[in-house]
């Protein structure tokens, strides 16, 4: 995600979803943001596939919220959608352990993660509604947030 083709697309998405401006530091906590929430949503998905006898995680298996799907479909209609999907493709690691996912669940990740993007560049001016450039308390706040409801 630091790669540099991959800097200006977050930064326009990030303008574009949220009304925000990010710098390669906020490109950082981004990635952070990411690798915490793919361990977060493989870990519930995991139990969710024990529950039901799977080893493997399927779509249905994630916690995947109403609010959550309708950000998938807002970001779906975002300019910078298809460049976003594949750098995310491109960064979203494998889950930890001994978790596995379904191949229909690794085509399903890029979507969720754009989801979860929108929902996290609406969430600054939440926080905080005069916020153009986050500063770290801003991100600090935001996965305080994503961590309480996520």
Known sequence: ?????????????????????????????????????????????????????????????????????ERMREFDKIDEAEEIRELLRQVVRQPPGDVAFAEETERLLPELFGGLSVALARSFRLVDPTVCDPSTEHWNRVFTLFRLVY
Do not use: C, Y
């Open 1 to 69: 995600m630091t790669h540099p083709s991959g800097i200006p697309v977050f930064k326009r998405f990030f303008r574009s979803a949220g009304g925000v401006k990010i710098d390669k530091n906020d490109i950082r906590r981004f990635r952070q943001f990411v690798d915490e929430q793919i361990d977060d949503i493989a870990i519930a998905g995991h139990s969710s596939a024990r529950w039901n006898g799977r080893d493997v995680i399927v779509p249905q298996d994630l916690p995947i919220t109403k609010g959550v799907q």
